[in-house]
């Protein structure tokens, strides 16, 4: 039996460990910041993550406190002489779990059962973001420790406040950048487009969070009274909403580049509605590939509108209403930037000269890798090799901040992100679950790049 044969045994023979330490992390609700949950799971968790890191062999592992109240767990090994250092990242706090009515079991309770293709997955809230890629970590330090023993440097940043901003971690890795020195830093927390199909995300939008508000009058009006000459604020608002996608769906806001294009993997549009839950009359938006809407272009999304609810509606005419937008921007545009071109459309186009006021509550920077270096080709080979599949390139709707502070404290690193979630996992939403078959082989194709990156 050759080395990564044996690498293969011992991951499997794992799985059983992995299982029950996801189970033990997963029972921890760790959101952070919630006033639901109790900040004593989000600190119970961490000591758990620095207990298990520090069992796998990790050195110095510690909490550390964050400006955000979080805890980060840090740890280092360091390399044998001539070795190099390879930063694992992945995160322990979760979203909220929802409304639990819509689970089919407790979201704090890793439970097994049977996907839509019939194969086991585990469900649970942070199943696969990202407890499930801190269990790959672990799993992964284990078969390279029984199989051959350390033999490159690791340094171990898992973070607390991730879901909440990551404004903790972000801030500590700017003020002490020796954190991230490393020359391959490993972002466990995307995943791959598809069960079994291994994938590193080269490309993360960035965002930018905007709240409007419109407001026509100082008291609202009765609508038989007024109606049809006094300017409705939600009326205004819905009408200044619409200006912000055209009839396709493309996004529309003035001066801002709608017309990119994805070069790498593309995104099926049938796996994409089933991915979606998408009712089957519904059309997809935008002019473009899939991929080049998700990837390769801006898109802004309401996430939150202040209304009179429909229970309690009177029969008037409101003074005043507003919206959350959430705009992510593709790599090379600047989200600062794109959310002044937002919020000037925004002004610009405001019916019935509605006064509008706008505030920009947070902001992340896309990402582009670098792909080119040796770090990445060995990464390449060990995930084929894992997977037993040509390895493809994705990229991501959402935002990870950190990566542009590793990136300013460490610039000779190179970085990858990739992990244990596909388009079944539904991260974020109720049921989430992971394939135990993912954290088997991402796990495995880490153990395969640790020992592969040691000196002969």
Not at 59 to 77: K, N, R, W
Not at 158 to 172: C, Q, T
Not at 292 to 320: F, H, K
Not at 342 to 359: E, F, G, M, N
Request: charge should be negative.
């Amino acid at each position: 039996m050759d080395h990564a044969e044996r690498l293969r045994q011992a991951v499997t023979e794992l799985m059983p460990v992995a299982r029950q330490q996801l189970a033990q992390l997963v029972g921890y609700p760790s959101v952070h910041g919630s006033p639901e949950f109790p900040p004593s799971a989000t600190r119970d968790a961490a000591s758990w993550v620095a207990s298990a890191f520090a069992a796998a062999g990790i050195g110095g592992v510690e909490m550390v406190p964050t400006v955000d109240g979080s805890l980060a767990v840090l740890g280092h090994t360091p390399a044998p002489p001539g070795a190099p250092t390879v930063l694992l990242y992945s995160h322990y706090d979760v979203q909220p779990p929802g409304d639990v009515a819509q689970w089919g079991s407790d979201p704090f309770t890793l439970t097994p059962r049977a996907g839509a293709d019939g194969a086991e997955r585990w469900y649970g809230r942070g199943a696969a973001d990202c407890k499930g890629n801190v269990v790959a970590h672990l799993t992964a330090l284990a078969a390279v420790r029984a199989v051959s023993g350390l033999g490159v440097g690791v340094r171990l940043v898992v973070e607390g406040s991730e879901e909440a901003g990551g404004e903790g971690l972000e801030r500590l890795v700017t003020e002490r950048p020796e954190l991230a020195q490393a020359d391959l830093i490993l972002i466990g927390d995307t995943g791959n487009v598809a069960v079994g199909r291994p994938t590193l995300t080269t490309a993360l939008r960035g965002v930018v969070n905007l709240r409007v508000e419109v407001s026509t009058a100082t008291t609202a009006l009765h609508s038989g009274m007024f109606g049809g000459a006094a300017p409705d604020a939600l009326a205004a608002l819905i009408a200044l909403l619409a200006t912000l996608r055209d009839a396709r769906g493309d996004t529309t806001i003035d001066g801002l580049d709608a017309s990119g294009t994805w070069a790498g993997a593309q995104y099926d549009a049938a796996d994409f509605r089933a991915d979606a839950h998408m009712y089957d009359d519904v059309a997809t938006l935008g002019s473009g590939t899939v991929a080049d809407q998700l990837w390769a272009r801006p898109a802004v999304t309401v996430i939150g509108l202040d209304a009179p609810p429909t229970a309690t509606a009177a029969a008037a005419i409101a003074p005043r209403a507003s919206a959350l937008l959430n705009l992510r921007v593709p790599p090379g545009v600047d989200p600062r930037a794109a959310g002044t071109l937002l919020a000037d459309h925004l002004r610009a186009h405001a019916p019935w000269s509605a006064h509008v006021t706008i505030t920009e509550e947070a902001a992340g920077e896309p990402f582009a890798a670098a792909t080119d270096g040796p770090g990445y080709a060995t990464l390449r080979t060990a995930l084929a090799d894992a997977f037993g599949a040509e390895v493809v390139t994705s990229g991501q709707g959402g935002s990870i901040p950190l990566c542009t502070a590793l990136r300013n404290a460490a610039p000779r690193a190179e970085i990858a992100l990739l992990g244990v979630e596909e388009p079944q996992c539904r991260i974020h939403a109720a049921n989430e679950s992971v394939d135990p078959r993912e954290i088997e082989r991402i796990a495995l194709a880490e153990a395969l790049l640790l020992t592969r990156l040691a000196p002969a």
